[in-house]
């Protein structure tokens, strides 16, 4: 019974509006293409280099997420008991 309830409330918690997939897909597209362009506009061993980088790889995992939201949530269900 508790277990239940505590399943329902985390489902209820974890929803994923599709207003937030547009933001998701939008800034992480953007971030994306600056981080690119921050890569290889920079010189070798550039700290804006390794921002860029980062950059890149933190806005191609939003855009992910942004593209199948309902792909994230269904790992959250399964790794939430």
């Known amino acids: 019974m508790i277990l239940a309830s505590g399943v329902k409330a985390i489902e209820e918690a974890v929803r994923f509006p599709a ?3 547009t933001i998701f897909k939008l800034f992480g597209f953007t971030c ?6 921050a890569y290889f506009t920079s010189h070798h061993g550039s700290q804006k280099r390794g921002w860029g980088k980062w950059l890149a790889f933190t806005g191609s995992i939003m855009a992910i997420i942004g593209l199948a939201p309902g792909t994230l949530l269904s790992i959250i269900y399964y790794m939430i008991p």
């Open 19 to 21: 207003q937030l997939a």
């Open 32 to 37: 994306v293409i600056l981080g690119v362009i």
